[in-house]
């Protein structure tokens, strides 16, 4: 079974410009989640998806960070601008419902300079 | 509300037991635990869904104590490759965000 895939793995961007990260979960897999692990830290979950509808975003600083999940499929995050404190590995991960065993992808480990 | 994870920290030989605590002020549906190695993606151990469920695989088993609002996970006869951050993640009720502790750090030594 294929795992979480994400892309890129790897994110260099200066402050101010806007990157996006690409999350593809499992197949058949109804929940999708992203979240935010900053260095040392646990996970933070940034936003939740049901299929196609969001369940949860109330973390997602939504005057710079918004998401998608076209489809009910893949899921698109996206930061515009990036601040320095952005610096994190952004993780997705899915579940083939909520409140069950979630699968993590590598994560996308960004750096704001 | 995030779960309080103790301790912050843990070094032990191999073949030595552990045991992590987690904690809410909030009262729990379920606690989720989680095991990452460094530069990794963070692996599913179990899930604890009912008070006073206990889990376990291999040698890895969990409690939950819903009145007490705590879950303790338990590794016994400690192996090199249970070397990692374990998360604590609760669930304050049926669907909602799972909310994950700031983790402990086992480091096992040969």
């Known amino acids: 079974e294929a795992g979480v895939a994400q892309s890129p793995r790897y994110k260099i961007i200066e402050k101010r410009q806007s990157v996006a990260f690409w999350c593809n979960p499992i197949s058949g897999h109804a929940t999708l989640y992203w979240y935010q692990q900053i260095l040392g830290q646990g996970p933070k979950l940034l936003i939740q998806f049901q299929n196609n509808g969001v369940v949860d975003d109330s973390q997602l600083p939504k005057d710079r960070f918004s998401a998608e999940r076209l489809k009910g499929v893949d899921s698109t995050l996206k930061i515009q601008p990036a601040k320095l404190e952005d610096s994190a590995v952004y993780l997705c991960a899915s579940s083939a419902d909520r409140s069950t065993e979630a699968f993590f992808g590598q994560g996308t480990r960004l750096t704001v300079v | 509300q995030q779960p309080v994870q103790s301790p912050q920290a843990v070094i032990l030989r191999e073949g030595e037991d552990a045991v992590i605590n987690c904690s809410s002020s909030?009262?729990?549906?379920?606690v989720h635990w989680y095991r990452q190695k460094h530069g990794e993606a963070p692996v599913f151990l179990m899930i604890l869904l009912k008070g006073g469920e206990q889990k376990g695989h291999d040698k890895i088993s969990a409690s939950f104590n819903e009145k007490k609002q705590q879950s303790s996970l338990y590794l016994t006869a400690s192996q090199l490759s249970y070397s990692g951050t374990y998360f604590c993640g609760t669930e304050s009720q049926i669907n909602d965000k799972i909310i994950f502790g700031k983790g402990t750090r086992l480091h096992i030594l040969p």
């Open positions: 909030k009262a729990l549906y379920s």
